[in-house]
């Protein structure tokens, strides 16, 4: 009976869950200046994370008007999100924000937040049926500003990729023209003629020297 009760409970939230934010027109994460997104992770996630702070702040799941099976999954449900807001992904976001560039650095972060948003949704699948309005209400509003950023975030994260790939592709292409390139040929450098040796003048022969004819007694 218990387990029958569980599973109409689910089928019941998650059809109601999916009209009313369905329903809600995503809202854009906005940069700090106002004006459009931030390169950053941090600056693109922001806004969301704040909404969904103050949405964890004034829940109190274990007084939500549901079975205690549901009950308890709800508790431990928000509890894993405050950590993951407290500890878990600062770090990754930091480490994202030092090299918005590189897809290696956003990955973890981008994983991060994907897994966030699914327990998100069924905390607000949940509290959509039994929680009070201002919470449910609290939780819809983080749920959709969430998913806005999420998708923001993956696009950064597929640029960051492109650019890498783009970055690649040149660097192939300057190594194989270098590889490719002839060597510059020495100029062939012409000896100069050996110097011409001057002839030696010819010594004139000496006069022999006349002997003084010898006289006979």
């Not at 205690?68 to 928000?78: C, G, L, M, P």
């Amino acid at each position: 009976m218990t387990r029958t009760i569980h599973t109409a409970f689910l089928l019941v939230t998650m059809s109601a869950t999916v009209a009313s934010l369905s329903a809600q027109p995503p809202s854009a994460a906005q940069g700090p200046d106002g004006t459009g997104t931030s390169a950053t992770p941090s600056a693109v996630l922001r806004p969301a994370l704040a909404s969904l702070q103050q949405a964890i702040d004034i829940l109190h799941p274990e007084r939500w008007k549901a079975p205690a099976t549901i009950t308890a999954e709800s508790i431990s449900d928000v509890g894993s999100i405050q950590r993951d807001l407290g500890t878990t992904l600062p770090p990754l976001l930091t480490a994202a924000d030092a090299a918005p560039g590189s897809a290696t650095q956003l990955l973890p972060a981008y994983r991060n937040i994907e897994a966030l948003y699914d327990v998100l949704v069924r905390v607000t699948q949940t509290a959509v049926l039994a929680a009070p309005t201002q919470q449910s209400a609290a939780l819809q509003q983080a749920t959709s500003r969430l998913q806005q950023a999420r998708r923001e975030f993956g696009d950064l994260l597929q640029s960051s990729a492109q650019s890498q790939d783009r970055r690649l592709h040149d660097a192939q292409t300057q190594l194989r023209t270098v590889q490719n390139t002839p060597p510059p040929v020495a100029p062939v450098c012409t000896p100069p003629p050996p110097p011409v040796k001057k002839a030696k003048p010819h010594a004139k022969p000496k006069p022999a020297a006349q002997t003084a004819p010898s006289t006979s007694h």
